[in-house]
């Protein structure tokens, strides 16, 4: 029932938001939705990830809100609502949706929280996150300096007012803007930053993928409690680029 509502709902949302049209006039709002319908399966399928077998309200409403196709080179807009990585230039990539849904649901954010992106990319999944802050605000740091002045620019173009992006290295975090009710990491590495664990706000919750290349990668969820001890637990099997940066020296 929850499901169905929910597939509703984001039928709903894809369909009103006026975001599905591209600006050469292409309609988007059909294969957005069929990418709705495979994320809602998805997250079914892999009920264990979240310990339901759907989407919280708000993850969901803002997956149908955003429109992919404003996130990726001009020439893949035909293939923006398939749910698949795909390439961003500078060897980077813009994530799956149903890992988008998941891993931005993992967090368990409320509309007033603060969080933070390492590897902004395209900006689609800060978007995603301005969307579940209706209140809150997104920090999101891309190494890249193209990639997050490109990905600046989309957002501010597309009215994400409350995302701010920083170009540098992630693995650091964002002292000045710390601590976090939220940590996201796009990008894999061995061991999870410690600069990252120290300005997750007790409390919060912290994913990213855990593992090198080449290696079985696990997304991992981080939860810290309010003494500060630290929880972690493994949740599914992913494929993500490097986090690269002086750390890897
Ligand atoms: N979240 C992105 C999106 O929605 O398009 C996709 C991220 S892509 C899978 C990983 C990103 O992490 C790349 O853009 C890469 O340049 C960036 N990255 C890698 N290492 C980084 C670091 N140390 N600090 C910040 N960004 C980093």
Sequence with gaps: MVIWLQIVVGLMMASMGGNTIGSGGEDYSGPHQAMMFSIHADVARNRQ?????????SVAVAMAQVPRHEFVPIGLRGSAYANNPLPIGHGQTISQPTIVALMTDLLALGPEDRVLEVGTGSGYQAAVLSEVLTHGQVFTIEIVPELARTASRKL?????????VHSGDGYLGLPED??????????AADEIPPPLLEQLKPGGRLVMPVGGQGETQWLTLVSKDLEGEIDRRVVLPVRFVPLTGDHTK
């Excluded at 710390?178 to 990008?187: H, Y």
């Design 49 to 57: 990830v979240l310990g339901r077998d759907h989407l919280s309200e």
């Design 156 to 164: 501010a173009h597309l009215g994400y007012r409350n995302v701010t």
């Design 178 to 187: 710390a601590p976090f009710d939220g940590i996201m990491v796009t990008a």
